[in-house]
């Protein structure tokens, strides 16, 4: 399969032959890519959401009255979860929400994102991505003519170091180093950006994991 190059200016720059295996595949697996979404979000969760329990609770743990006599339930504590300012009974504690997910299903579930993206035309190949001066105004504009209001660019082994502060500050543009691509930042961007180096890498990927 084969997609035009382009430069940030908008230049043509030649064409890519991209791995169909990679990025033609046709027909997508949308329940892979939610296990994989759910397995990116789980893992992204703090767990840090708790309450007191009664051992923790402050409140007296005095008998509140006699055992008999009074014709109303028995009582030990004003910390049982039935009274107001008590512990809550089964509520949050500190925990590890991931869970796992095999590598195969994680690098199923990335190809089908990066296909979707081809397969909607939403994916552009760019020759680099580098700007001599870390301008976030200049590079809003530039990236406004090529259309690209909420993309994720995926800028090679290394991001330009005046490329990334130049689009930090930018609302709805990701710009990640090849390490960074995953399958939540694909599918939210409405267009994804790679470099050349970048399109290598991924297929390199891919043909070492075919290959072992």
């Known amino acids: 399969m084969k997609l035009s190059v382009i ?17 033609g595949i046709s027909e997508i697996r949308g329940d892979i890519l939610a296990r994989t979404v759910n397995w990116q979000l789980a893992k992204r969760r703090a767990g840090t959401h708790k309450v007191q329990t009664r051992n923790e609770n402050s409140r007296t743990g005095k008998k509140m009255y006699k055992q008999k006599g009074t014709g109303g339930a028995r009582h030990g504590s004003r910390r049982a979860p039935q009274f107001v300012g008590g512990s809550r009974a089964f509520g949050p504690v500190v925990r590890d929400h991931g869970f796992s997910l095999p590598k195969k299903i994680r690098a199923l579930a990335l190809r089908h994102a990066l296909s979707s993206k081809v397969k909607s035309g939403d994916l552009v190949v760019v020759d680099t991505v580098s700007v001599k001066e870390a301008k976030t105004a ?5 990236l406004g003519k090529l259309g690209w209001t ?56 891919f043909s070492d994991k075919e290959a072992a």
Do not use: C, M, Q, W
């Open 138 to 142: 200049a590079l809003r504009e530039t």
């Open 7 to 23: 430069k940030l200016d908008g230049k043509a720059a030649g064409d890519v032959e991209l791995s169909d295996a990679v990025f």
């Open 150 to 205: 909420k993309a994720l660019i995926i800028a090679g082994p290394e991001v330009d170091a005046n490329f990334g502060l130049a689009a930090r500050n930018i609302p709805h543009i990701d710009v990640l180093p090849n390490a960074g691509l995953n399958v939540y930042d694909i599918l939210r961007a409405d267009k994804l950006v790679l470099t050349k180096a970048a399109v290598e890498a991924i297929e390199a990927r």
